[in-house]
């Protein structure tokens, strides 16, 4: 069992920046590929970024590419997010994920099995 717990969310104008953090129990952290994701109201959840097993790899989803900044401590069992240069569209709610099969980086949300509640992300214009 693995309890992931987001925190850092707020309200930013746009231009602005906010550091994601996800905090997961358990002792297995660092054998998950891990991913951020985010729901808009009235869309489906979205693939934003994942990380490799040890941070060495990282992928992307076109628009926060140059913007955004994951990563991971693995002996603080941390994920991170940094977001700068925030758009209006990147509103929404962020989870973060661990998938725990395999060590391939997808973008799809059903590989992932554990998640958190979320944390809330709003820029205004």
């Known amino acids: 069992q693995v309890q992931l717990v987001e925190s850092g969310g707020g309200l930013v104008q746009a231009g602005g920046s906010l550091r994601l953090s996800c905090a997961a129990s358990g002792r297995s952290f660092s054998n998950y590929v891990m991913g951020w994701f985010r729901q808009a109201p009235g869309k489906e959840r979205e693939f934003v970024a994942a990380?490799?097993?040890?941070?060495?790899?990282?992928v992307y989803e076109d628009s926060v590419k140059g913007r955004f900044t994951i990563s991971r401590d693995n002996a603080k069992n941390t994920l991170s997010l940094q977001m700068n240069s925030l758009k209006p569209e990147d509103t929404a709610v962020y989870y973060c994920a661990a998938k725990v099969t395999g060590t391939d980086i997808v973008v799809a949300r059903s590989a992932y099995y554990y998640w958190g509640q979320g944390t809330q992300v709003a820029v205004s214009s």
């Open positions: 990380i490799s097993r040890i941070g060495s790899v990282t």
